[in-house]
């Protein structure tokens, strides 16, 4: 057996493996930089180094590039390359899957679902691609849940075979990934290949004010439910909540700002009318809610400045939506590393409205060069981040907002955004 990368998802799948009396080999291009345990694992002998073998199996962490070399190899060889999700689900004999998918909102989706499961006393487990990281594959060494909800990107999902959500949530499609994937068309079916194994018992959870999304429907096998504005049918936000026309209850005791947000809640609304949660329950379980580190994290006041930390904001489209999202005079600190898309749409949204910006990342050169060229001149740039918080409270006057608003991957001065929003925090601690 193979296993593509060392990180996080397989690591747990190299344990599991290593317990069962397995042969496990790793082939990983960033050995010195892997997590303690796993370098354990080496270190001891329990996995061995890739060598020039056939294998009959490889596995592939969640993020591991399709173009490397090594996957051409295999291929070339007749080995089956699966990711992680796809081991897990035919080992736990593919139980009942609750994924979720789009370019943006998915981990919140995800969240908010476990929040109503929870709330409804119903066994599951909280995972897959969703940060803090708590991969699938750990749910080998857990007890057997009724339910698993995942949040499933489109690097994994363009690598299934049999993964069969009996609830697939897509939240919406934009452009993402772009330095990734070879193009906006592959990028988008790897996130439609959710739906791919669904049969006429499954569900399908989708955004009816999504053109793209909307016309999925009509290429897939299970059951569409909608969610959005005004769907003749399924979860409607027409002045409050609404199912298949019946009202359930207002939006405005629920904790997430946003329109971005709204559109989340009724797709967690969506999965637990299909599951036939109580309409109370599903309240409780929003009302109760809390957000996840690093997306739309209030930070609280420091000197009447108020901080909010969206690290995890990685495209145009979400910084955008967070951005309108808060009320108030911001300065904005952003950006990072371009993933194909140069985020045009933000930087309008930036000129127009930010009180002030402050640019942090390698794409700080054609930031101001765009400011420049449209006469904006209310930035700086930033050398670190405690620079960029420092030079955000120039800006700020008390009862101002300072929001770390990135826009952009965080690969550039960071191993990844959850790494940036807690240096945002520290920096926000200092005088």
């Known amino acids: ?115 109503i499961l929870n709330n409804a006393e119903m066994s599951h487990f909280l995972g897959g691609n969703i940060a803090p990281g708590n991969p699938f594959s750990r ?128 797709a967690a609304i969506a999965v637990a009318k299909i599951l036939k949660v109580d309409t109370p329950v599903i309240k409780r379980g929003m009302v109760g809610f809390k957000n996840l580190p690093h997306r739309m994290e209030d930070l609280g006041l420091v000197n009447g400045i108020r901080y909010i930390n969206n690290s995890m904001c990685t495209n145009s489209a979400a910084a955008v939506a967070s951005f309108l999202a808060i009320a108030g005079p911001k300065i904005v600190i952003f950006g990072g590393r371009h993933k194909g898309d140069e985020g045009k749409d933000y930087l309008d949204i930036l000129i127009e409205k930010a009180k002030a910006c402050v640019i942090l990342g390698e794409n700080a050169p054609f930031v101001s060069d765009y400011f420049r060229l449209h006469g904006y001149s209310k930035y700086s740039i930033a050398s670190d981040m405690t620079d960029a918080v420092a030079k955000s409270r120039m800006f700020a006057d008390r009862g101002d907002i300072i929001m770390l608003n990135p826009g952009f991957s965080s690969f550039d001065y960071f191993s990844d955004f959850e790494e940036r929003g807690e240096a945002f925090r520290n920096a926000t601690r200092q005088d």
């Not at 390359?81 to 370019?103: K, M, N, R």
Request: charged share 20%; aromatic share 10%; hydrophobic share 40%.
């Open 139 to 266: 749910a080998l060494f857990q007890k057997r849940y009724d339910h698993y909800v995942l949040e499933v990107s489109s690097f994994q999902l363009m690598r299934i075979e049999n993964f069969r959500p009996h609830i697939a949530v897509l939240t919406n499609i934009g452009v993402d990934h772009l330095n990734w994937h070879k193009d906006v068309t592959e990028y988008r079916n790897a996130k439609l290949n959710i739906f791919v194994n669904q049969g006429r018992d499954d569900f399908a959870v989708l955004n009816f004010d999504d053109e793209f999304v909307r016309h999925a429907a009509d290429k897939i096998n299970s059951q569409p439910v909608f969610f959005g504005h005004h769907n003749p049918d399924g979860v409607s936000l027409n002045g409050q909540f609404r199912y298949d026309g019946v009202p359930l209850f207002a939006h405005e005791s629920l904790p997430l700002p946003g329109e971005h947000n709204l559109m989340n809640m009724a």
């Open 1 to 115: 057996m193979l296993l593509l990368g060392l990180g996080r998802a397989n690591l747990a799948v190299a344990e599991y493996l290593v317990n069962k009396g397995e042969e496990v080999f790793i082939y990983d291009e960033r050995v010195s930089n892997l997590s303690e345990p796993a370098q354990r694992m080496i270190n001891e002998g329990r996995v061995k180094m890739h060598v020039a073998q056939r294998y009959d199996l490889a596995i592939t962490s969640p993020g591991f590039p399709p173009d490397r070399q090594i996957c051409r190899v295999l291929t070339d060889q007749g080995t089956s390359i699966i990711d992680e999700i796809e081991y897990v689900f035919e080992e736990l004999d593919q139980p009942s899957i609750i994924a979720v998918t789009g370019t943006n909102g998915k981990s919140t989706t995800a969240a908010l679902i476990s929040s």
